[in-house]
């Protein structure tokens, strides 16, 4: 739906905006390329995709953490 693309890409830049081109878990530079968009609270576990549970990471940080 366009709407709710529309929302989420304004989420993404509210956030990339917020947290800069750090990385949350390692606190390194992120190259805008590399952004992940990594849930606090893992969404399996119930964590909503909303600005106040997203932080920027970098791809292969998020990836180790997996859902946890």
Avoid: W
């Avoid at 995709?49 to 998020?62: A, E, F, G, K, P």
């Amino acid at each position: 739906d366009y709407f709710v693309q529309q929302l989420l890409n304004r989420t993404r830049e509210f956030v990339i905006e917020r947290d800069g081109l750090v990385c949350h878990l390692c606190n390194r530079a992120v190259e805008r390329r590399d952004i992940h968009l990594d849930h606090v609270v893992p969404f399996c576990k119930g964590g909503p995709t909303s600005s106040s549970n997203l932080r920027v990471s970098h791809s292969q940080c998020n990836m180790r953490k997996g859902g946890r």
